[in-house]
């Protein structure tokens, strides 16, 4: 049933052993980092409920309603304002998922939700309703939900998904049984990379090593960008540990502070952190092959020879730090040439 998916071999023993059982609660809360195959794995679920000829607890993964769920993709929203009121159905008429509309769950999908809860199935054995991103939902859609999830029917089950579990009502957490996922090991990424995706061996090594556990962010990862930013970060590093060049740190703040938006701002402090992490392990002995940027060994070799433990801990504190303050509307300026000359300083 969950073969086709990767990692989390905990879950879905997990799945198949409430499945098997006939315990199955009607409401579950998925939780875990983006990406990491969430939505995936309520769409296998989905499958298994609604299988014409399953085997055991298994789907067949032939039949049409289990090629129908397979296939389904759910389609961005349309231009159409009323997009945003409803929910999106699969292909399979007893499958459905409501999602975020502009970072926001409001109360109409909901509502839909609740109406369509509580008809029998049309064509499987159970219906079956996603609520992705579930943390995006206002407080009204939230109370709305209570409602179905207070009087669940016996022949429809709730999937919520949220990577941001404590932003929910404790009241939700409460009628949910929370199913936790685990990052997907590198390894297990790499594999899907070379074998799904054919992506060059180097390539594949490098977007598993930095998706840290997310399938999905390996999936939208540009390996040449982060290449890119990664020759700007590691021009600071280089400058703090071999060079000591303070002109060269002034003129990376200038050209971190210069870039597009916050996301690619983050980005390349990301970047700059794997580096510091990947040169502190070195400098503590760790092997080459357990770096994310073994491509880079040698000149990261070079600057851990130069590396003190407690600058390396400190320089990731105060990458935090400023992460932290990212949130209110900060001069990124002023803020990156604090940071690189804090961290010459330290």
């Not at 002109?247 to 701002?265: G, I």
Request: aromatic share 4%; proline share 4%; charged share 30%.
């Amino acid at each position: 049933m969950f073969s086709r998916l990767i990692g989390n071999d905990e879950v879905k023993e997990s799945l198949r052993r409430l499945i098997a059982g006939g315990r199955l609660p009607g409401s579950l809360l998925f939780t875990g980092e983006e990406g990491i195959g969430k939505k995936l794995f309520a769409l296998e679920l989905a499958k298994a409920l609604n299988c014409r000829h399953r085997n055991g607890i298994e789907a067949c993964d032939e039949c049409s309603s289990c090629k129908r769920i397979s296939r389904s993709t759910f389609p961005p929203f349309g231009k159409d304002d009323d997009d945003k009121e409803r929910m999106i159905w699969s292909e399979h008429a007893d499958v459905a998922m409501v999602r975020p509309y502009k970072q926001l769950i409001r109360v109409p999908p909901m509502r839909e939700l609740e109406r369509e809860a509580n008809f029998r199935p049309f064509e499987g054995a159970a219906r079956v309703f996603i609520v992705a991103d579930a943390d995006y939902m206002n407080d009204p859609a939230s109370n709305a939900l209570l409602k179905t999830l207070e009087e669940p029917p016996p022949t429809s089950h709730l999937i919520l998904t949220t990577s941001n579990p404590t932003s929910l009502l404790a009241t939700i957490r409460s009628r949910c049984q929370i199913i936790r996922f685990a990052p997907i090991a590198a390894g297990e990424v790499e594999q899907f990379l070379l074998e799904q995706e054919h992506l060059p061996a180097e390539d594949a090594r490098l977007l598993a090593r930095t998706a840290q556990g997310s399938i999905g962010r390996a999936l939208s990862g540009d390996v040449e960008t982060y290449r890119e930013r990664r020759e700007k970060m590691l021009g600071v590093l280089r400058a703090l540990t071999l060079t000591n060049d303070r002109a060269q740190l002034l003129r990376s703040a200038e050209e971190l502070a210069a870039v597009k938006d916050r996301h690619e701002y983050e980005q390349r402090l990301d970047a700059l952190e794997i580096l510091i992490r990947d040169a502190w392990a070195l400098a503590l002995g760790r092997p080459g092959g357990t770096i994310v940027n073994g491509d880079l060994l040698t000149e990261l070799q070079r600057i851990a020879a130069e590396l003190k433990s407690a600058q390396a801990a400190a320089w990731l504190s105060q990458i935090e730090e400023l992460r932290g303050t990212l949130e209110v509307n900060i001069n990124r300026k002023v803020a990156s040439d604090a940071l690189l000359l804090t961290m010459a300083s330290t």
